[in-house]
């Protein structure tokens, strides 16, 4: 069975203070990992898809990695308006469209 | 260009009674689907469709139907809603056309089953 797995389930930072975020994920053949970003109230934003082990992408302050086992999203000298619930989320190789999701983390950057 | 929208954004149904949710995309996307968003849990697929004519189930599929007449349109409809079908519901669409793809998500809608 396809799962991810978040870590750690919530994260403060102060303004400015770099981090990462942690996505492990067991899938039967990976077709794309995805990143996601919701804020309260609204649906998820998409972020990056990886595909392969070591693709990197980048947007702002953010990176995201893959390796066989997990990817990172490296949060770089966070601003308040990067809080927000980060998601992940795998796409199995096979045809079907679902995409297995974790519990996110919830990310709260201080000023 | 709309993106995703999902009406209502809000509803309370009482326990039996039947709704639909509606979602529309204006982006020409062939992949549909539908999830479910509960505390403490991932989101969870219901229904998905790849295009007009065809659907599939999820992985939380009882109690809910799908159709897709059309591609701009993806209903989801309880048939007797239960307590347990409190939820918040996102509509998502895709094409595997787009570089690098990924889903867009609708903003969402928020029912309570009474």
């Known amino acids: 069975e396809d799962q991810v797995t978040q870590s750690p389930e919530a994260l403060r930072l102060q303004e400015g203070e770099s981090s990462s975020l942690n996505c492990s994920y067991t899938?039967?053949?990976?077709?794309?990992l995805f990143w996601y970003r919701q804020d309260p109230g609204k649906g998820p934003e998409f972020l990056f898809t990886l595909y392969s082990a070591g693709e990197e992408k980048e947007k702002e302050r953010l990176k995201a990695t893959l390796t066989k086992k997990e990817s990172f999203l490296h949060i770089t000298a966070p601003k308040p308006e990067d809080s927000a619930t980060y998601l992940c989320?795998?796409?199995?190789?096979?045809?079907?469209?679902?995409?297995?999701f974790g519990k996110g983390t919830k990310l709260t950057v201080n000023p | 260009n709309a993106g995703v929208t999902q009406t209502p954004k809000f509803q309370v149904l009482k326990t039996g009674q039947s709704m639909t949710l509606q979602c529309a995309q204006d982006?020409?996307?062939?992949?549909m689907s539908w999830y479910r968003q509960d505390p403490g849990m991932g989101l969870r697929l219901i229904h998905y469709s790849v295009g007009a004519g065809i659907t599939d189930q999820g992985e939380v599929p009882n109690g809910y139907n799908v159709s897709r007449s059309t591609t701009e349109d993806f209903p989801l409809r309880l048939l007797s809603a239960a307590p347990s079908q409190t939820s918040v519901y996102f509509c998502?669409?895709?094409?595997?056309?787009?570089?690098?793809?990924?889903?867009?998500f609708g903003s969402g809608t928020r029912l309570t089953v009474v």
């Open positions: 899938v039967s053949g990976l077709r794309g």
């Open positions: 982006m020409n996307h062939e992949y």
């Open positions: 989320a795998v796409q199995a190789k096979g045809g079907s469209e679902k995409l297995v």
């Open positions: 998502a669409s895709s094409s595997p056309l787009m570089g690098g793809y990924g889903y867009t």
